[in-house]
């Protein structure tokens, strides 16, 4: 069981990044799904969720600029990370939205100015 994160980076600002989230182990198609970030210094904090019947939501600061989203033939789930400022650098991690939490290992996002 388990989620493994991809996709990070270096990009400019203003730049694009695709992140992925691969679920293995587990029905994928019945959970919900989280993006957490954590920047240096700071507490990990939620990015966006997509339920299971793919309702996303998201954190103020995502809201326009990142997309978040699922396909389950492919066990996978994305974040379409648009309009990348400085203050998204970040280790970006996947969790899965259960009672007992399953979180990926992370990926690097590095936005330089």
């Known amino acids: 069981v388990q989620l493994q994160a991809s996709g990070g980076g270096l990009v400019q600002a203003g730049g694009s990044l695709r992140l992925s989230c691969k679920a293995s182990?587990?029905?994928?198609?019945?959970?919900?799904m989280l993006w957490y970030r954590q920047r240096p210094g700071e507490q990990r904090e939620m990015v966006a969720g997509?339920?299971?019947?793919?309702?996303?939501n998201y954190a103020d600061f995502a809201k326009g600029r990142f997309t978040i989203s699922r396909d389950n033939a492919k066990n996978t789930m994305y974040l379409d990370m648009s309009s990348l400022r400085p203050e998204d650098t970040a280790v970006y991690y996947c969790k899965r939205d259960s009672t007992v939490g399953l979180w990926g290992q992370g990926t690097q996002v590095t936005v330089s100015s």
């Open positions: 997509i339920t299971e019947d793919r309702n996303p």
């Open positions: 182990g587990f029905y994928f198609s019945r959970y919900g």
